[in-house]
């Protein structure tokens, strides 16, 4: 009979979201949750202190970092992503799952090629929507602004939008919802949480990124578990390929099960 618990070559696999799931901005912590901003956990683009972690998500990083193979799964581009004060040694995921980058910090060619040959026809019309969206916040006269993610030497990837007072997200969403109407955006899905409305290609997703990841990390020790964290819906587009997922408590995937479960 094979002994429980005994040490194994296999080691665990975590898939971590960052924001909102290990780590946020101090207003956040301290006027939404109530948490003391004990570490930091990313710079801003001047390299000052920008998001914080809680004792517990440090406690919780630190677990994971010393027991598994731990990958960040993050909407953030790579630049954001060397920003992160997490020592993460491992792949990592960025920019909604359009670019994987390998151990030293390099794009990963054969996802390159992959994700480039899919864009190839959409990029043109994230260009386009970003226009548009613009042409609606003046229109509407909301104080947000659009921007364009871009990757590959200036591929661009998707739209985000952004309101200059985040107390005020409810404006970028009507945006977005009568963009929705007035445009085609059937190339495109919609992604918010908070702050934060983007328009993505279907053929960008977190899930399909691990996807294919996940099939060369276990290529040669498919037992190998696989847990994974996340703290909005979108983030189950990869959550549901782990052999078990969590999330914060509150976070939006969390508001939106329990009523489901109740």
Not at 225 to 238: A, E, K, N, Y
Request: hydrophobic share 40%; charged share 25%.
């Amino acid at each position: 009979m094979t002994k429980l618990f005994m040490a194994t070559p296999s080691q665990p696999i975590a898939l971590i979201d960052l924001d909102d799931t290990i780590f946020q901005t101090k207003r956040k912590m301290l006027n939404e949750q109530n948490i003391e901003p004990k570490h930091v956990g990313a710079l801003d683009r001047q390299l000052q202190p920008r998001s914080f972690m809680s004792e517990k998500q440090f406690n919780l990083v630190n677990w994971l970092l010393s027991t598994a193979e731990t990958i960040p799964v993050t909407a953030r581009g790579t630049e954001e992503l060397s920003r992160v004060q997490v020592p993460f040694t491992s792949w990592a995921i960025a920019t909604h799952g359009a670019v994987i980058l390998n151990k030293h910090r390099q794009p990963d060619d054969e996802w390159k090629s992959i994700v480039l040959t899919r864009l190839k026809l959409i990029s043109p019309l994230v260009i386009q929507l970003r226009e548009a969206c613009e042409q609606l916040l003046d229109k509407m006269q909301v104080e947000g602004w659009a921007r364009i993610n871009y990757e590959y030497d200036q591929q661009p990837i998707y739209l985000v939008m952004k309101h200059t007072d985040s107390t005020k997200a409810q404006e970028i969403y009507r945006v977005a919802e009568r963009l929705l109407k007035e445009q085609d955006c059937s190339e495109f899905y919609l992604h918010s949480n908070g702050n934060n409305v983007a328009f993505l290609p279907h053929c960008i997703d977190k899930g399909q990124a691990v996807k294919h990841l996940l099939s060369r990390l276990r290529a040669d020790a498919p037992d190998r578990p696989v847990l994974g964290l996340g703290d909005s819906t979108s983030d189950h587009r990869f959550l549901h390929l782990c052999d078990w997922f969590g999330m914060p408590q509150n976070s939006q995937l969390s508001q939106f099960l329990s009523p489901l479960i109740k």
